[in-house]
């Protein structure tokens, strides 16, 4: 399938011909091939921006992924501990308890902004900040929450020379750029999808941009 552009980073679980696997899979700055093997399963968490594990630095993460070793059907280990592996039932309970023992960690001062505040830190700080807590500078998360909504928007059946002047596009050749680097598709291949590669998940960005 085409791996869209992705902000946020996500602990993933697959199993594939008997055997449960587990990786942390980095924000992902473009769009990419990613391979599905056949008949295997996907169970994944997504991790809202600014929250950040800090023993795996996401800076390293950032367009790509760390295996987590020594998964069974049962049970996982995170930084030491047997957990067990998460389902649709206990993933909030499973990242409630991530938090309580200090596997992951949310930055203030970014969370902050993705709400609006505008927190008294000088803007160098800010963007250190921002990378430090999602990999990404404030400039490319804008880009790729962008991308994702022109994208939603143009399968609803909008038209591209709306989505350029609803989403602050300079014109469309501008649109057609960011489609093509964050989406893997143009605004045609996005209004006529039959016959191409699937998509990884396409939503538009509950989460605000940052200003």
Aim: glycine share 8%; proline share 8%.
């Amino acid at each position: 399938m085409t791996s869209i552009a992705a902000s946020h980073w996500e602990l993933v679980f697959w199993e594939h011909d008997g055997r449960m696997q587990a990786a942390v899979l980095g924000p992902e700055p473009r769009a990419c091939p990613a391979p599905v093997p056949r008949d295997a399963t996907f169970f994944g968490i997504s991790f809202a921006l600014g929250t950040s594990m800090p023993h795996v630095p996401i800076s390293r993460l950032v367009g790509g992924s760390a295996e987590i070793p020594d998964v069974t059907q049962r049970s996982v280990w995170l930084k030491g501990s047997a957990w067990h592996v998460p389902d649709y039932d206990n993933a909030e309970a499973f990242v409630r308890r991530m938090v309580r023992e200090g596997i992951v960690e949310c930055d203030p001062i970014v969370a902050a902004v993705l709400d609006g505040a505008a927190p008294e830190v000088s803007e160098r700080t800010l963007q250190r900040r921002f990378v430090a807590a999602t990999g990404l500078t404030q400039g490319a998360i804008r880009q790729i929450h962008r991308a994702r909504e022109a994208a939603v928007l143009i399968q609803d059946g909008a038209a591209a020379q709306n989505v350029v002047h609803q989403l602050g596009y300079f014109d469309q050749p501008h649109l057609a750029r960011s489609l093509t680097r964050f989406i893997g598709r143009t605004a045609t291949q996005l209004g006529a999808p039959e016959g191409a590669d699937p998509l990884s998940l396409l939503y538009k960005p509950a989460s605000p941009s940052p200003a």
